[in-house]
């Protein structure tokens, strides 16, 4: 797999746990052009709402303080159908993985999130 293709990438990301986002971030950073982190939903939608212009890829979590994951894309896809979104969750409910099913370049992947497995869905979302 080449990450070469990531290089160029504009990359929004969403998580209110520190540590899982000190974590990401840190392992993203060399792959990617740039990452913008925010610590709930209400910031990340605000973010995307003054950068969408630059912004090629959506990373999030789901369950985040004053706004989620899920209403933070929805607000995002009424502006933007087409960004590509990646939900990073580290629970299982059947009711959320059936809305992703739903959506176009949506994609979960379960934490803790192996740096692979996310590059390998980045590149399979943006080559759609």
């Known amino acids: 797999m080449s990450v070469e293709v990531l ?5 929004l990301y969403v998580e209110d746990e520190e540590e899982v986002s000190c974590e990401v971030i840190h392992n993203l950073k060399f792959f990617v052009n740039d990452i913008i982190s925010c610590e709930n939903g209400q910031e990340g939608l605000d973010v995307y709402i003054n950068e969408k212009d630059s912004i090629d890829i959506i990373i999030t979590d789901v369950l985040m303080p004053v706004l989620d ?4 894309v929805d607000e ?3 502006i933007n159908p087409t960004v590509p979104v990646v939900f990073t969750t580290a629970f299982n409910n059947s009711e959320f993985l059936e809305y992703t099913q739903t ?3 949506v994609e979960n992947i379960s934490k803790p999130i192996d740096l ?3 590059f390998q869905i980045i590149i399979k979302l943006i080559n759609k």
């Open 116 to 118: 692979e497995e996310l």
């Open 76 to 78: 995002i896809r009424k």
């Open 69 to 72: 994951g899920k209403k933070m």
């Open 103 to 105: 959506q176009d370049l």
């Open 7 to 11: 290089k160029k990438l504009n990359v």
